[in-house]
C-alpha cells in the first residue's frame, strides 16, 4: 500500500495479523494507567512492500521526534516499545516467527470495516489471530527518556485465521475421561464416591 498521507510516520499496512487484539473494550497496562483500544500488528517479513512503508514511517517518527523536541531526545538512545522484531525479540512465540511486531494503541476505539466498506459491529469478527489491513502512525514521545510509539488508527478485515486464544477445548481437556457410549447428561453417582 502506497503511503498517500501528509504524515510520512503514518502508512498503512498489507495483510497483517493481529495478535493480543483489545478492539472492542480498552484496557490498561498496569492498574491507574489510562484504558486504551490496541493490537500486536504481525506484519510478515516476507511482505516487502509493507516493509518498506514501516521502516520509511518508523525512521520519519525519529525525524519529527528530533524536530520537536531537541537536543535532549537522542535518537541513539530511544526506548522501543512500539517496532520489534519477532524472531529476535519473541523467539518463544511461534505465531511472531518471520514477523515484525508492532505494538499500537489508541485511546480512541478504532473504526474497523469489512472489505465493502461496511463496518464491523459483530466481536467474533475482530480477534487475535485475524488478518487485516491496519492503519498505523509511529510517534515519537518525550516521557521516561523518549521513545517510539505507535497509534492504532483503523482496520479493514481482510480473512479469518485460527484464533490466539490459548483456550482449548472440553473434548481436548477431557480426552481421557470422555466416555462416547455414555448415554446421560447427568453426574454419574461414581464421580461423588
Same mark, same amino acid.
Given at each position: ?14 495483510? =497483517?495479523?493481529?495478535?493480543?487484539? %483489545? ?36 525512521? =520519519? ?15 541513539? %538512545? ?17 505465531? !511472531? ?52 510509539? !505507535? ?7 481482510? %480473512? ?34
Amino acid at each position: 500500500m502506497e503511503n498517500k498521507e501528509k504524515n510520512a510516520a503514518r502508512f498503512i499496512t498489507g495483510p =497483517a495479523r493481529l495478535g493480543y487484539a %483489545k478492539l472492542w473494550v480498552p484496557e490498561a497496562m498496569e492498574e491507574g494507567q489510562e484504558k486504551k483500544y490496541g493490537a500486536v500488528v504481525m506484519i510478515p517479513k516476507t511482505d516487502k512492500a509493507t516493509v518498506k512503508l514501516l521502516l520509511a514511517a518508523y525512521e =520519519a517518527a525519529k525525524e519529527q521526534g528530533q524536530a520537536k523536541f531537541g537536543k535532549k531526545w537522542n535518537v541513539d %538512545k530511544l526506548k522501543n516499545y512500539a517496532l520489534k522484531d519477532g524472531d529476535i525479540d519473541y523467539p518463544e512465540k511461534p505465531e !511472531c516467527e518471520g514477523m515484525y511486531c508492532i505494538s499500537a494503541k489508541n485511546a480512541k476505539q478504532p473504526e474497523m470495516i469489512y472489505r465493502n466498506g461496511k463496518a464491523i459491529t459483530d466481536k467474533d469478527e475482530m480477534y487475535s489471530g485475524v488478518w487485516a489491513y491496519v492503519s498505523l502512525t509511529f510517534y515519537g514521545y518525550e516521557k521516561g527518556g523518549g521513545g517510539i510509539g !505507535c497509534m492504532l488508527n483503523n482496520l479493514m478485515k481482510s %480473512k479469518d485465521d485460527e484464533a490466539f486464544s490459548g483456550q482449548t477445548s472440553a473434548a481436548d481437556d477431557f480426552a481421557d475421561i470422555i466416555d462416547p457410549d455414555d448415554q446421560g447428561d447427568k453426574p454419574d453417582e461414581d464421580d461423588f464416591m
